[in-house]
């Protein structure tokens, strides 16, 4: 079955360091990889998707992923955080000949003024 | 526009009881979802409706009871609640969910905050 691993759960950075955030999958086929983020006490937003072409994937509020088919990895960054990127990240990997993404357990982000 | 919007958005109980929330979905999509926040922030599955029809049911207790009148609507209800049932409940819509059109990418609700006493 598919898996997905978010290896941090837990980070804390300062503003304006840069951050990247894990996440590998385990299926080896065709994929379609999100980024989703959830601001405290708010939804699930979808911050970046990736479906084909070009692997590094621009998303909104600065935020940027690659795809590395080989490491089978979506991994998130951005440059400089701020505070009000402190929320909870969710990776999701729906597999070709699946019907929903598999979510990984999240990684929670606290950014310190 | 509120494009998923469940209600409530706060619920608090007493064990035993019984409640529902109500999601409805105005992206035209095919496919609505409940998912479970526990509080650990773990996402997990529940049901999913495809044009009215049940396609996916995750070994939930058979105490909720997933209910869409269309397509637009998906409502949950559940009986004799337990404490391990407090959670956010999320509603989620998709695009084309049995096609080969289906992405994977979900518009979430704002969530239902569940609280049993």
């Known amino acids: 079955a598919q898996s997905v691993s978010q290896h941090n759960h837990h980070v804390i950075l300062s503003e304006a360091a840069s951050l990247e955030l894990g996440c590998n999958y385990s299926?080896?086929?065709?994929?379609?990889l999100f980024w989703y983020v959830q601001y405290p006490g708010q939804h699930l937003q979808l911050l970046l998707k990736?479906?084909?072409?070009?692997?590094l994937v621009k998303g909104i509020k600065g935020f940027e992923a690659e795809f590395i088919k080989s490491k089978f990895s979506f991994n998130l960054r951005k440059p400089s955080v701020q505070w009000s990127d402190t929320a909870e990240y969710f990776c999701?990997?729906?597999?070709?000949?699946?019907?929903?993404?598999?979510f990984g357990r999240g990684t929670s982000l606290i950014v310190h003024p | 526009d509120t494009a998923v919007s469940q209600t409530p958005k706060y619920l608090v109980t007493q064990m035993g009881n019984d409640k529902s929330i109500k999601c409805e979905q105005n992206?035209?999509?095919?496919?609505m979802y409940w998912y479970k926040q526990d509080s650990k922030k773990f996402l997990k599955i529940m049901f999913s409706?495809?044009?009215?029809?049940?396609?996916i049911n995750e070994t939930v207790p058979n105490r909720f009871s997933p209910k869409s009148p269309d397509k637009a609507h998906l409502n949950l209800h559940i009986n004799s609640l337990e404490l391990g049932d407090s959670a956010v409940y999320f509603c989620?819509?998709?695009?084309?969910?049995?096609?080969?059109?289906?992405?994977?990418?979900?518009?979430f609700g704002e969530g239902s905050r569940l609280t049993v006493l």
């Open positions: 989620a819509s998709s695009q084309d969910g049995l096609g080969t059109a289906n992405t994977g990418e979900l518009f």
């Open positions: 299926y080896g086929g065709t994929v379609n």
């Open positions: 990736y479906f084909s072409g070009d692997p």
């Open positions: 999701a990997v729906k597999e070709g000949g699946s019907y929903i993404p598999t």
């Open positions: 992206l035209g999509h095919d496919t």
């Open positions: 409706y495809n044009n009215k029809e049940l396609i």
